[in-house]
């Protein structure tokens, strides 16, 4: 029976998504919930596991497709239906079994159906055997004559046959070694390599097949990739090619297609820019105590593993605002004339990567202390930049925090996540004069850009809980004793 496997929802907001590899081929085998396809749609790549097992004996897609949600990924043939040829074959012996059995004069009730195909088996070797069988009844004075081709006894004169037949054996050997090639001699589909990897290799277009793997059992890792990219630009820097790939009116370029996540930024922002109107507040936090906690915990971190950076207090300061400030982890439904109380905290976290910006959700941050903060945002990180992610890991947020800080700059107009309402820009912090008590003093001050809905958050809100934010970077003790 043919079994269609057909491409699942994607969620939320996500129509299509673009097919990047075919993981099988016609004729394999699969598993129930085994990787079939490697698909991008949105900010996130995935394989998509087969719905059921069985025989690939279609594929319906190509790499480079863009197909929605319901889309005909392949046709299996289930394990039933191929089982049903070789119980066919078994029949065919069963009937003949009680017809010999008859002209051997035996009963048919004392022969078992399970025996029948043995017996069928047994009886056909003597008439085979019959035929050398005549021979050895001709009289002996006539036996010579009829022994001349026969192979068995090799002549005194005649070469050795075992001399002979260890050279035909060894083309045979080396024929079955074959298939055991390394993995990276076979086409870019069978390549050792995670989705990280053969996403940048796809990206900078190096083939995965021509890639020699220096990892484990021939594993490519992305420094091999990039060995093959610099071996490219310096044979290419070597030659002088005599006119450019492509020019404009002033000089040469080089056009590049849209990848699928910059369309979707592209088309994200754009929603954002023309549906939202914002507004944007600017003002610093004096984290000079946070900075002096921060340095004496860092070392304990450091030794289980985590690193200490001022972002998980940041992270825990608006988890905590929020929940003192309902408009702001709110959205709006003008469908539904009404708005979206978010009774839970979700921080989405946007995190710069080589194919875009991700930003994937921290859940029930409100909830979490912060070495439990410290270690989430690791190993998301961690997991945007592997591409080791799923689509829901990117839905849910209720609130959005920019690190700009992390490469530089103080402040900025950063642009909501909608539906999202706002979204805080955190600069890097810097040394500055400030006047405490008339007297002058060298601070630490974070700069923050928070940017909200004017259709939902006034401004009056908006200050009020960025106020509430400072309040807790500036006086860390109390984000230590929050829940």
């Known amino acids: 029976m043919a079994i269609e496997v057909k491409l699942p929802n994607l969620g939320e907001g996500i129509d299509t998504g673009d097919v990047l590899e075919l993981l099988v081929k016609e004729g394999d085998t699969v598993a129930k919930d085994q990787g079939i396809i490697e698909l991008e749609t949105g900010k996130a790549t995935m394989q998509v596991p087969s719905s059921a097992g069985g025989k690939v004996s279609k594929i319906h897609v190509h790499p480079g497709q863009s197909i929605p949600s319901g889309t005909l990924l392949m046709t299996l043939e289930s394990a039933e239906a191929q089982s049903k040829p070789a119980a066919q074959k078994q029949v065919a012996p069963q009937a003949d079994t009680p017809k010999q059995a008859a002209e051997k004069g035996q009963e048919p009730k004392e022969q078992r159906p399970a025996q029948q195909p043995q017996k069928a088996a047994e009886a056909k070797p003597p008439k085979a055997a019959a035929a050398p069988s005549k021979p050895a009844a001709v009289p002996a004075g ?4 009829k022994h001349e081709a026969a192979p068995a006894p090799p002549h005194p004169k005649q070469p050795k046959p075992s001399a002979e037949a260890k050279p035909k054996a060894a083309p045979a050997l080396a024929k079955e070694e074959e298939p055991s090639l390394p993995e990276s001699t076979h086409d870019g589909g069978h390549v050792a390599a995670g989705p990280a990897v053969r996403r940048f290799a796809r990206e900078v277009g190096v083939d995965l097949a021509r890639v020699t793997g220096s990892g484990p059992s021939g594993r490519v890792t992305r420094e091999d990739v990039l060995a093959v990219v610099r071996q490219a630009s310096q044979t290419a820097a070597s030659s002088k090619p005599s006119t450019a790939t492509a020019r404009d009116t002033w000089g040469p370029i080089r056009p590049e297609k849209l990848s699928k996540i910059r ?14 109107p914002r507004v944007t507040n600017f003002d610093d936090a004096d984290v000079t105590e946070l900075e002096r906690l921060r340095v004496s915990s860092k070392d304990d971190y450091a030794k289980k593993g985590n690193k200490l950076t001022s972002l998980p207090f940041v992270i825990k300061a608006v988890a905590s605002a929020l929940k ?8 709006l439904d003008l469908e539904q004339d009404q708005i979206v109380y ?13 194919r ?8 029930g941050a409100d909830g979490l202390s912060i070495p439990d903060v410290a270690r989430a945002l690791a190993q998301l990180s961690e997991n945007v930049r ?7 890991d990117l839905q849910g947020s209720t609130f959005t925090i920019s690190n700009l800080g ?23 912090s810097r040394k500055m004069p400030v006047v405490i008590d008339d007297e002058i003093a060298i601070r630490l001050m974070m700069p923050l850009s928070i940017s ?16 509430d934010v400072i309040d807790y970077l500036e006086a860390p003790s109390r984000l230590l004793l929050a829940p």
């Open 406 to 428: 992390a490469i530089g700059g103080t402040y900025s107009t950063p642009i909501i996540n909608t539906p999202e309402v706002a979204i805080l820009l955190v600069g890097r």
């Open 386 to 392: 592997d591409g080791s992610f799923s689509i829901a």
């Open 356 to 363: 875009g910006l991700v930003v994937p959700s921290l859940r």
């Open 342 to 354: 978010k009774e839970y905290v979700n921080i989405g976290i946007a995190v710069d990567t080589e």
């Open 324 to 331: 003192h400030h309902p408009a702001i982890n709110a959205s």
């Open 142 to 145: 006539e036996a010579p004559p």
């Open 263 to 276: 369309k979707i930024i592209a088309a994200k922002m754009h929603e954002s820019w023309t549906t939202c």
């Open 452 to 467: 909200y809905d004017h259709r939902l958050v006034d401004g009056a809100t908006a200050s009020r809980f960025l106020n």
